[in-house]
């Protein structure tokens, strides 16, 4: 299977080098593309400068367009999968092989990887949160996943162009609930994820709590709205 990394990045020029490093070095078998998200520091003239494979947005697009960007890159080109790499060091690339061989071996839709499949949930107001979107996947979907939150994921062909083009489509835990409830095959990997490398999160503790609230109404009302089978029906491409 051909897999791409998209590397969501903005105002990552301090860790977006070592990132893309120690992807080299860990998975130097797939292939990868940096999705510069209007970043206003050096991040995009890093990439220049070092050739590595770019798409540069010209504005901030946030996660989700950025992320979106290098999905529809990805499908064009005609990737079997594709997955999300943070640019600040917190995901480690020795997880991709795994995750790609569980995808192939049983022929998933989607692959997440999970902090806590074999390790014990800390106790902490976030990981509460976790706990209830955790809770609100399994009530609608009947499928529980020990660790929604978690942002490593490998999307198989599938339902990879729901996730270019659907406006509704975004890498967080409503799409997984909806895509699971569209009949995706899913499956979870042990990860470990780190601390970031450098600069600082967009998530605040505040920002962390809307986040848990908003994801939890939209598994449990916006997901209804939707039509199913949306790599068939739900796209905003052109026919």
């Known amino acids: 299977m051909r897999l791409l990394v998209v590397i969501p990045a903005y105002n990552e020029e301090a860790s977006l080098p070592s990132t893309v490093r120690e992807l080299r070095l860990k998975a130097p078998e797939v292939d990868f593309v940096v999705v510069n998200d209007g970043s206003g520091d050096r991040t995009a003239d890093i990439c220049r400068a070092k050739g590595y494979p770019l798409l540069d947005l010209p504005t901030n697009l946030g996660l989700t367009g950025a992320f979106q960007t290098g999905v529809r890159y990805a499908y064009e080109e005609g990737y079997d999968a594709v997955m999300q790499l943070d640019a600040d060091g917190q995901h480690d690339p020795a997880f991709i092989r795994p995750m790609m061989e569980k995808m192939e071996k049983e022929n998933l839709d989607l692959v997440l990887g999970s902090r806590f499949l074999t390790e014990k949930r800390p106790r902490s107001l976030r990981m509460a949160g ?9 009530l609608t979907t009947g499928r529980r996943l020990t660790d929604p939150t978690c942002g490593m994921r490998v999307y198989g062909r599938r339902v990879m162009e729901h996730m270019a083009y659907a406006p509704t489509a975004r890498p967080e835990p409503d799409t997984v609930a909806f895509l699971i409830r569209c009949g995706a095959k899913t499956g ?17 503790l505040g920002k962390s709590i809307r986040y848990m609230v908003q994801m939890g109404m939209n598994i449990f009302v916006l997901q209804w709205v939707l039509k199913k089978e949306p790599w068939r029906e739900q796209t905003g491409r052109p026919a």
Not at 130 to 138: G, K, M, Q, S, T
Not at 189 to 202: F, I, L, M, N, Q
């Open 130 to 138: 976790n706990a209830l979107i955790e809770e609100a996947v399994r």
């Open 188 to 204: 979870e990997v042990p990860v470990s994820v780190r601390e970031r490398e450098a600069g600082v999160s967009y998530l605040s």
